[in-house]
């Protein structure tokens, strides 16, 4: 059987509050996600979701346990070793965007490719944001000249700029109207189709329901996990691909 993309043993995060007392955050968690899956971790605020991420997402260490990333021990490694790991392998989404206010959405999508060895920085941004769906007449704008919708698109353009092995996404919708929360959730959905394991964690039920598995948190722990298949009218009808000239094609 295929070592599962991440595999998390017994994770726990104990955090000190006020030097004596402790927050558990996390009980010893065990989770694998495999490669290619859709996953959605639910749960309500304080319920340890995010922590999970940060701890799947080589954000954070566990207090306790062990999290292994395509077989790599990566609890262990030291924080240099952890941002090499972060900025080849995996890709991030927050619920703010988390764009530079005075930088180009382009440039925005160029950051991650600054600390790679990759050539044609600009033509691989240029590619991640029509994957995307992003109008290029549009990548010379700066955060504040665009909408919810394209400011995290650009966000989830650079999250997917470096190829990475899986993508997380924080309450990507969280900040955004109904209408462009499912554009961006079909998105996912059509990244994912292309064979792109991607982790969303959300509160909301409705977010959840485009997810082909859903992990639920309850007082930092698993609740239930199980697989989910969206309903008719969530599905999208395939992936996006590229074609030589970089047209996008659904």
Sequence with gaps: MAEPLIRAEAIAKVYTKDGRAEVVALHD????????????????????????????????RP?????HLEGTLVSALDDEALAVVRNQKIGFVFQ????????????????????????????????????VGFPLDRSRHHPGELSGGQQQRVAIA???VNDPEIVFADEPTGNLDTQSSAE???????????G?????????????????????????????????????ELRQPGPI???ASNEVRR
């Design 29 to 60: 968690v065990s989770v694998t996600i495999n490669r290619g899956e859709f996953v959605a971790i639910v749960g309500v605020s304080g319920s340890g979701k995010s922590t999970l991420m940060n701890l799947l997402g080589c954000l954070d």
């Design 96 to 131: 703010t965007f988390n764009l530079l206010p005075r930088t180009t959405a382009l440039e925005n999508v160029e950051l991650p490719l600054l600390y790679s060895t990759r050539r044609d920085v600009v033509g691989l941004a240029r590619r991640a944001l029509e994957a």
């Design 158 to 160: 650079r999250a997917i």
């Design 63 to 67: 207090t306790r346990g062990e999290i």
């Design 196 to 232: 792109r394991t991607v982790v969303v964690v959300t509160h909301e039920p409705d977010v959840a329901r485009y997810a082909r598995r859903i992990i639920r948190i309850s007082d930092g722990a698993i609740a239930q996990d199980e697989a989910n298949e969206p309903p008719a």
């Design 241 to 243: 691909t590229m074609s």
């Design 184 to 194: 961006i959730m079909a998105l996912f959905q059509r990244l994912n189709a292309q």
